[in-house]
């Protein structure tokens, strides 16, 4: 049974740093694709970084350069380290599992697990 369970969130200034974990268990990293995704109230979720076969990663262009997205094999944990975060970086962030994806695609519908969320929020 895969169970995603995220920690780290929290409320910082523009321009701050903030590190998302994601304990995971019943998932083989390497054989998972593992993603961040996130959301704010009235829009659709959004992809925002994807690590697959532990260690190709993929970001979405409104984070790249700024987060990075890691995982440590033996504590079974993903990573999501935040830097020069903006105020429109606020939003609940995921973790989300999936047995295969599309490299880079942040397809939704390929992740079947999923942790219960954390609130992050920046302000100006």
């Known amino acids: 049974q895969v169970q995603l369970v995220e920690s780290g969130g929290g409320s910082v200034q523009a321009g701050g740093s903030l590190r998302l974990s994601c304990a995971a268990s019943?998932?083989?990293?390497?054989?998972?694709?593992m993603a961040w995704f996130r959301q704010t109230p009235g829009k659709e979720r959004e992809g925002v970084a994807e690590?697959?076969?532990?260690?190709?990663?993929y970001y979405a262009d409104s984070v790249e350069g700024r987060f990075t997205i890691s995982q440590d094999n033996a504590k079974n944990t993903l990573y999501l380290q935040m830097n020069d975060l903006k105020p429109e970086d606020t939003a609940v962030y995921y973790c989300?599992?999936?047995?295969?994806?599309?490299?880079?695609?942040?397809?939704?519908?390929?992740?079947?697990?999923w942790g219960q969320g954390t609130q992050v929020t920046v302000s100006s």
């Open positions: 690590i697959t076969g532990g260690s190709s990663t």
């Open positions: 989300a599992a999936a047995r295969a994806c599309v490299r880079g695609a942040f397809y939704e519908r390929y992740y079947n697990y």
């Open positions: 019943g998932v083989t990293s390497r054989s998972f694709c």
